[in-house]
């Protein structure tokens, strides 16, 4: 699959990851793709986005991959994630048929009428397929006859053929899941989420790289992806977590519940 990236015509040479990976694209890509690779620089496709320079130190910068980078790596490294379609963490409705033997809340399974599923409902999310970030989720809760997001009231019949046509796309409509009582002062506007990064070593065996609390900051976000404005916590492996980081690099009070 063709995997289009920005290179720059001079790589970056500080960054010894970052001249590494410039370095492979220029060495295996004929001169035409290397051209449009060039074309895609200029255009300012490439490199570190204006947030990720506002809100990431220069240490970081000197030494890491933007996420426009991290994205191109991703592609070449790990081939069987696309396309899209038959990948299950980025499909939902393909991850939610499969199930992989984890708890799953209720859905609309698409086949039944879609307005007699909502009337059981008092509060759902939506969200597409194919995107991350927490880009597109929605959260409806019911208010008497009409059904609110954020400021927006409509009844249920709008509001079903709205989410007929994101299904038809690939999204997935839930029920939402409460905050745990624990939780819900630290995450008062979304479900909070423990982020378990692992990687597969030399043996085949599946490792443990990092884990991270992500918490809802407030606010009508439906979302705790930190790219949302959130905060993160770092979990070490005894379970503490460090200080919390909100979006913008800020770190957020100590907390009684930080550990």
Known sequence: ???????????????????????????????????????????????????????????????????????????????????????????????????????????????TDLRHWLEGQQDIIAKPSFRSKGQGVERFTREGALWRSGEKRQTAVPLAVRLSALARRGGVIQTRLPTHGALADLSPGALPTLRVVTCVDGAGVARVCATALRLSAGGPRPVDNFNAGNLVLAVDASGRCGPAWRSGGNAAPPSRHSR
């Open 1 to 111: 699959m063709l995997t289009q990236r920005a290179l720059p015509v001079r790589p970056d040479r500080t960054n010894s990851l970052l001249a590494l990976y410039h370095d492979g694209l220029a060495r295996h890509w004929p001169a035409s793709r290397r051209l449009a690779g060039h074309a895609l620089w200029a255009a300012g496709r490439g490199g570190w986005s204006p947030a990720e320079q506002l809100y990431l130190g220069e240490q970081v910068r000197a030494h890491g991959l933007s996420m426009r980078d991290r994205k191109g790596l991703h592609r070449l490294l790990n081939g069987g994630a696309f396309p899209l379609r038959v990948n299950p963490l980025k499909n939902k409705q393909l991850f939610a048929e499969r199930g992989h033997g984890l708890p799953l809340p209720d859905a609309w399974d698409g086949r």
